[in-house]
């Protein structure tokens, strides 16, 4: 019998010793991954579990197919209930306590999980070939975690990313709002010329407006932190890409719409 495989797609879980669990994963390859003797490039994913609903199968196999495209692999990292705790910024945890646990996900990642895969799968020994990707509090996470190791990703996409992310309530005409925790990991954190870094917002993420100046939170916080790239020396345009979406929601089916080029951006 004759077939012709579209994908390789493999599932798994891998102990973390510093979340004290396992972790679920799902890694999809092209075709030719098996008989390929080079490395691929690598997209890893916060919020892997939502693979089938942001329906990225087609979308990972028409990269594949493409003949523009970098080869690489998709890493899709399934969170648990403790998501809200797991993710977030290394450094501190919000100001309610959420967040407690991020910095034992980044030293998973970055210390057991990566490790892993350079060791088990064809992976690149370019650090510019692995990029990081999230969803709302998922992108915030993926971005920390890019930010302050830059070593290991060249890359970073981030989806609706919650940097409202604050270390104290909002206080009411706070103009500069430093509260916001994204803005001082980025200006705490040394330069890395290398880095790449992909946005996108939808302009129905939300209805909040806190400073009520017409422009929704999430719009405004992702335009923040990419103001606070720019005066660190990124460019923008350049470094920094940025995708609003109009009639975009703070959803699945508007994330998985907008995928494809996110990975077009990727690995064009």
Same mark, same amino acid.
């Given at each position: 019998?004759?077939?012709?495989?579209?994908?390789?797609?493999?599932?798994?879980?891998?102990?973390? /010793?510093?979340?004290?669990?396992?972790?679920?994963?799902?890694?999809?390859?092209?075709?030719?991954?098996?008989?390929?003797?080079?490395?691929?490039?690598? !997209?890893?994913?916060? =919020?892997?579990?939502?693979?089938?609903?942001?329906? !990225?199968?087609?979308?990972?196999?028409?990269?594949?197919?493409?003949?523009?495209?970098?080869?690489? /692999?998709?890493?899709?990292?399934?969170?648990?209930?403790?998501?809200?705790?797991?993710?977030?910024?290394?450094?501190?945890?919000?100001?309610?306590?959420?967040?407690?646990?991020?910095?034992?996900?980044?030293?998973? /990642?970055?210390?057991?999980?990566?490790?892993?895969?350079?060791?088990?799968?064809?992976?690149?020994?370019?650090?510019?070939?692995?990029?990081?990707?999230?969803?709302?509090?998922?992108?915030?996470?993926?971005? =920390?975690?890019?930010?302050?190791?830059?070593?290991?990703?060249?890359?970073?996409?981030?989806?609706?990313?919650?940097?409202?992310?604050?270390?104290?309530?909002?206080?009411?005409?706070? !103009?500069? =709002?430093?509260?916001?925790?994204?803005?001082?990991?980025?200006?705490?954190?040394?330069?890395?010329?290398?880095?790449?870094?992909?946005?996108?917002?939808?302009?129905?993420?939300?209805?909040?407006?806190?400073?009520?100046?017409?422009? /929704?939170?999430?719009?405004?916080?992702?335009?923040?932190?990419?103001?606070?790239?720019?005066?660190?020396?990124?460019?923008?345009?350049? =470094?920094?890409?940025?995708?609003?979406?109009?009639?975009?929601?703070?959803?699945?089916?508007?994330?998985?719409?907008?995928?494809?080029?996110?990975?077009?951006?990727?690995?064009?």
């Amino acid at each position: 019998m004759q077939f012709q495989l579209e994908t390789i797609t493999i599932k798994g879980s891998y102990f973390s /010793i510093n979340l004290n669990r396992l972790v679920l994963f799902r890694v999809v390859a092209p075709q030719d991954y098996l008989k390929s003797t080079s490395d691929f490039s690598v !997209l890893l994913m916060n =919020d892997g579990q939502d693979f089938e609903a942001m329906k !990225l199968e087609h979308s990972l196999y028409r990269a594949f197919s493409s003949k523009t495209m970098k080869p690489f /692999i998709y890493v899709g990292l399934s969170c648990n209930e403790n998501r809200v705790h797991e993710y977030g910024t290394a450094s501190t945890a919000d100001f309610k306590g959420r967040g407690g646990q991020a910095l034992k996900y980044s030293k998973f /990642i970055t210390e057991e999980f990566v490790p892993f895969l350079k060791q088990e799968f064809k992976t690149s020994t370019d650090f510019n070939e692995w990029v990081y990707c999230g969803m709302s509090l998922g992108g915030l996470s993926a971005f =920390d975690i890019v930010y302050n190791q830059s070593s290991l990703f060249g890359k970073v996409g981030v989806f609706s990313g919650s940097f409202w992310w604050r270390k104290k309530p909002y206080v009411k005409n706070d !103009l500069k =709002d430093r509260s916001r925790i994204a803005l001082e990991v980025i200006k705490n954190c040394a330069y890395a010329e290398h880095l790449k870094f992909w946005f996108q917002c939808g302009s129905l993420d939300e209805t909040a407006d806190r400073n009520h100046n017409g422009i /929704i939170d999430a719009i405004e916080d992702t335009l923040d932190v990419i103001k606070e790239l720019k005066t660190k020396g990124y460019s923008y345009p350049g =470094d920094i890409t940025y995708v609003q979406v109009e009639g975009g929601k703070h959803d699945l089916p508007t994330w998985g719409k907008v995928f494809p080029q996110f990975i077009t951006w990727a690995f064009k």
